[in-house]
Every structure is written in structure tokens, then in C-alpha cells.
């Protein structure tokens, strides 16, 4: 069973920058696609960024392109969310999922079983 830890989250001023790590144990995280989404108050679960295993294939939703970097070490058995020039509307609970590689690449929050618990970004002056 994948077990899931986000890390990185934090207050920020717009702007600024942060660094989001998923980390994974208890199995090899190179055999996942991995994903960062992020649920708002009120608002739904959004995928974010997804990439494949092998880092071939990334995803990014229109409103983080050009601002949000995905990347994995899977020698450390870790993902990364690189969020710079962050805005207020960036503000939510992030979390990081991960599905079996050989299931379609899909950046859903449906079509992902293994969740973290979730880490806090807040984007305000």
C-alpha cells in the first residue's frame, strides 16, 4: 500500500515561492504516476500537476502553466511541486496521490486512490 506524506506548505506572500515534497513509502514510487491537487473552501478537488513514472509525460492545469514545476527523484522516493509567482487565488489544501503506471495517464482526482494527508498553502499580504 503506497503511504503518502506532503510536506513544504506554509504562508507566502504573493509572489513568493514554495516547495512541495511527497514522499512515499512502503513501496517504489517509480512504478506511479504521481499528482499534486488542491482543494479550496468550497470549491472541488483540482488536479494540479500530474507526471508519469518515467517523468516522460507532465500535466499542468492552465492556471498554473509557466508558474508550477513537477519533478520526482525516485531514488529518494520523492515528488516535487515547485510553486513560484504565487497568487492569492493559489490559496487551498494541496495534496499529493499516486495510481499505478500502467492505468492511463489522467490528472483526475477520481482516478487516483493513495492520498496524503494534505499540506496548507496560503498566499496572502
Known amino acids: 500500500q503506497v503511504q503518502l506524506v506532503e510536506s513544504g506548505g506554509g504562508l507566502v506572500q504573493p509572489g513568493g515561492s514554495l516547495r512541495l515534497s511527497c514522499a512515499a513509502s512502503?513501496?517504489?514510487?517509480?512504478?506511479?504516476?504521481v499528482g499534486w491537487f488542491r482543494q479550496a473552501p468550497g470549491k472541488e478537488r483540482e488536479g494540479v500537476s500530474c507526471?508519469?513514472?518515467?517523468?516522460?509525460?507532465?500535466y499542468y492545469t492552465d492556471s498554473v502553466k509557466g508558474r508550477f514545476t513537477i519533478s520526482r527523484d525516485n531514488a529518494k522516493n520523492t515528488v516535487y511541486l515547485q510553486m513560484n509567482s504565487l497568487k492569492p487565488e493559489d490559496t487551498a489544501l494541496y495534496y499529493c496521490?499516486?495510481?499505478?503506471?500502467?492505468?492511463?495517464?489522467?490528472?483526475?482526482?477520481?482516478?487516483?486512490?493513495?492520498w496524503g494527508q494534505g499540506t496548507q498553502v496560503t498566499v496572502s499580504s
Open positions: 496521490a499516486a495510481r499505478h503506471w500502467t492505468a492511463p495517464f489522467v490528472c483526475s482526482p477520481a482516478f487516483f486512490g493513495s
Open positions: 512502503g513501496v517504489t514510487l517509480d512504478y506511479y504516476t
Open positions: 507526471i508519469s513514472r518515467n517523468s516522460g509525460s507532465t
